[in-house]
């Protein structure tokens, strides 16, 4: 069994298993160069010669072929659809009596801390967030025609919470049309809260979602309105600084998307790294985990996205991630760090730092698409003794 979005060269390859590459190329009918280079994605077989390895490695021709199959109909066992219907309303009657608004709170930020630290967290998500966003969506709707404001406030920041760490989960799931949504919510209810913060919180969301969904000026642009809105507005002076600053990061990230390296770099030096010096890294204001850390983090990945490896590993030395509060940023750091050492073509260094990251979060190595195509390079480029513990890693990972 394969991956789906597995290439033809790595399931030739695969499928080859122990195999010598030129007894197999020769009982084909091809030199074993071609079949090196077909195997290195350098080379795409013809459909005769597809069938014809087929046929030799024991396997339909279907079983070679990398296009991702049809998406089946979501069924109701997955966590994301229980999410979806819960936020479609699906969920307790009416009639039932609402959970707490401090009960609420309790489960949230349990959810948070989880997301944020546990190797399992996707696991973990899946188990607590479907019924937790139907306690929270029912509610909010009950408190809604209820005379206790103080209580419907509360519920609502709960709200606005839980769907900014939903706005997290889905995206990295995969789901970028539920986290727009789940970024909507947490908008409407921070701003039906009147929640100056939890406003901006809700804000820097959007602009993540922005920038999965590949709109990384219009990121740019509503993290810098709203940083200004921060700026003006009635938050405390800490969490003034750290929102704001978190919020210059999402339009560092912008830039850098852009390929803006010198608007980047120059935004992080006059804007994020001044806000970072009036908070901690153990702060975490609105679970935006921002702080001199997690500035210097920025640093390495504008480093790395300009192709300026040397200096990305040179900043990735004077890193140190233990006082971050998410082991997220440290599984970014981590990965980027073999990004850089994959473009230098260091490939057991690339293999030791993926080790290292299936150790701390084996769910982010399986589900980010930069960890298995740089386990796949690995595989395709090693020598063959780091080639066989990155296919054992691809194993474990479900690569293939």
Known sequence: MVAADLPIGDR????????????????????????????????????????????????????????????????????????????LGYGPARSAEPVAAAVLRDRVEAAWQSW?????????????????????????????????????RAVLRAAADLYCLLRSYLR?????????????????????????????????????????AGQPAEAEELALRAAEQVSAGQIPEMQKAAMGGALQLVAVVGETRRRRWWDARERLREHAAPAARQVTDGTNVAWTVFGPTNVALHALSIDMEAGETGEALHTADAIETSPLPSLEREFTFGLEVAACHSQRRDDAAVLLTLLGLEAIAPEDLARTPLARQLVLTVIRRARAMHARQAEQLAERIGLV
């Open 172 to 212: 990295r799931s995969g789901r970028v049309d539920l986290a727009t949504l789940a970024a909507d919510r947490a908008m409407r209810a921070a701003e039906d809260a009147d929640d100056p913060l939890r406003i901006a919180a809700a804000q820097w969301n959007l602009g993540h979602v922005l920038l999965a």
């Open 116 to 152: 944020q630290t546990a190797g399992d967290r996707f696991t973990r998500a899946a188990d607590v967030l479907p019924l937790l966003v139907a306690d929270v969506e029912h509610a909010a709707r009950a408190t809604r025609s209820g005379s206790d404001a103080a209580e419907r």
């Open 12 to 87: 030739i390859r695969h499928y080859r298993g122990g195999r010598r590459q030129d007894a197999v190329a020769g009982l084909v009918g091809i030199a074993p160069d071609y079949l090196s280079q077909i195997e290195r994605g350098i080379k795409v077989p013809s459909l005769p010669i597809l069938y014809a390895l087929a046929q030799e490695l024991g396997v339909p021709a279907a079983a070679l072929l990398s296009e991702r199959a049809p998406v089946e109909e979501e069924t109701a066992d997955t966590a994301e659809a229980a999410v979806g219907r819960a936020l």
